[in-house]
């Protein structure tokens, strides 16, 4: 069975303070593996798509990348308006369906 | 370009009573997903409809059921309302294609269902 697994469930930084947060995985076979961040009763917002190892996107202080079992999410220098939920799915080969993990809380002080 | 749209964006029904959900994919996209996000659980997989056809559907009763328009625009009806089914709805789209690599699913701002 498809399953995805994030870490922490929770984090708090200071402003600048960078980190990352993990996502790990096993699918039989990987159509890709995506990144959302969803604030408090929004629906999630696409940030990042990834579809196989030593893959790497950036966007502003987010920057995602990719081996064969999990997914990391870095943040650099972050803002309070960083804080939200951050979720990774993947989807199989052979599926449209989407597969998400619980999601990592992160608050950015100030 | 507008995003997906769902309405209503809250409803308040009673155990036992219908509901039924709206949504409209970005233009272009002929996939349509539901996703139930319940406290605490996570999102979960309900239906996906392309091409007016139901495709797939996650681990839910019969009571969930859904259709898609010749517009691509999607319906999700919730029969027999139980306390349970308190949460918020999300509709996502996508293109369909059958190819090796994924398709990134766009989220629209979701209906939050409340049953009393």
């Known amino acids: 069975e498809d399953q995805v697994t994030q870490s922490p469930e929770a984090l708090r930084l200071q402003e600048g303070e960078s980190s990352s947060l993990n996502c790990s995985y096993t699918v039989s076979g990987l159509r890709g593996l995506f990144w959302y961040r969803q604030d408090p009763g929004k629906g999630p917002e696409f940030l990042f798509t990834l579809y196989s190892a030593g893959e790497e996107k950036e966007k502003e202080r987010l920057k995602a990348t990719l081996t064969k079992k999990e997914s990391f999410l870095h943040i650099t220098a972050p803002k309070p308006e960083d804080s939200a939920t951050y979720l990774c799915a993947v989807q199989a080969a052979g599926a449209q369906k989407l597969v998400f993990g619980q999601g990592t809380r992160l608050t950015i002080n100030p | 370009e507008a995003g997906v749209t769902q309405s209503p964006t809250h409803l308040i029904k009673t155990r036992g009573q219908q509901a039924t959900l709206r949504c409209s994919p970005i233009?272009?996209?002929?996939?349509v997903y539901w996703y139930q996000q319940a406290l605490g659980l996570g999102l979960q997989f309900l239906l996906w409809?392309?091409?007016?056809?139901?495709?797939n559907r996650g681990n839910f009763p019969p009571r969930f059921s859904g259709r898609q328009f010749p517009n691509y625009s999607s319906e999700l009806n919730v029969n027999a309302l139980e306390l349970e089914d308190s949460a918020l709805y999300l509709c996502?789209?996508?293109?369909?294609?059958?190819?090796?690599?994924?398709?990134?699913?766009?989220f629209g701002p979701g209906t939050r269902l409340t049953v009393l």
């Open positions: 233009s272009g996209h002929t996939s």
């Open positions: 996502a789209s996508s293109f369909q294609t059958s190819g090796r690599i994924g398709d990134t699913q766009y």
């Open positions: 409809y392309d091409e007016g056809e139901e495709r």
